[in-house]
Structure formats: C-alpha cells, structure tokens
Nanobody, 125 residues
Framework: QVQLVESGGGLVQAGGSLRLSCAAS????????MGWFRQAPGNEREFVAA????????YYKDSVKGRFTVSRDNSKNTVYLQMNSLKPEDTAVYYC??????????????????WGQGTQVTVSS
C-alpha cells in the first residue's frame, strides 16, 4: 500500500512559479513510477508528467515541456513538480499517482494504482 499526499498548490499570477510536493508513505516508494495528472473544471483528467522509479527517465505533456520539471527524492519518499512560467490554462486540480514499473504506459491514467487527494492550482491572468 502507498498513500500519497500532495501539497504546494495555490493562487499565482501568470508567469509565476509553484512547486508541488507529493509525500508517500510506505517502504516501497522507490520501486514505484510516479505521475502527475491534472483535471480542470469540465475536463477529463490528463497526464502532465512522470518519472520512473529510478529517477533516470522523465516524461512530459507537450504543453508543459520546458516549463515543468518532475523530480524525486527517494530518501524522503517525495516527488516534486516544479512549475514555471505558469499560464491560466494550467489552472486545475493536480494529482500525484504511483504505479509499479509502468514502462510504456506511464502516461495512462488507468496504469496507476494509488492516487493522492489533489491540490488546487489557480493561475490568474
């Protein structure tokens, strides 16, 4: 079992930055690939970024490449999403998720076994 708790959301002006954190419980965190997803009002939840269990590989939605960075600290059981140059269209509830060695399915919501409760990010224009 892995329990996930996100933090770091808030209200920021366009062009600003936020860093989301996702703290995981359980001794096997380092074995899990971690993903970030988001859901805006009226929209389906979508993939944002992911990092493999080792931290060696990262993946991003095209619209956030160059602006967002996903990282992890396995010694702290925490994964991060650094978000820079934020845009109003980044406004959403952001969720972290954990899945065991997902391989090519990292961007698929259904691949993940555990989810956090979400944290709201609001970007004003």
């Amino acid at each position: 079992q892995v329990q996930l708790v996100e933090s770091g959301g808030g209200l920021v002006q366009a062009g600003g930055s936020l860093r989301l954190s996702c703290a995981a419980s359980g001794r096997t965190f380092s074995s899990y690939d971690m993903g970030w997803f988001r859901q805006a009002p009226g929209n389906e939840r979508e993939f944002v970024a992911a990092i493999t269990w080792s931290g060696r590989s990262t993946y991003y939605k095209d619209s956030v490449k160059g602006r967002f960075t996903v990282s992890r600290d396995n010694s702290k059981n925490t994964v991060y999403l650094q978000m820079n140059s934020l845009k109003p269209e980044d406004t959403a509830v952001y969720y972290c998720a954990a899945g065991f060695r997902l391989g090519s399915t990292l961007a698929r919501e259904v691949s993940y076994d555990y989810w956090g409760q979400g944290t709201q990010v609001t970007v004003s224009s």
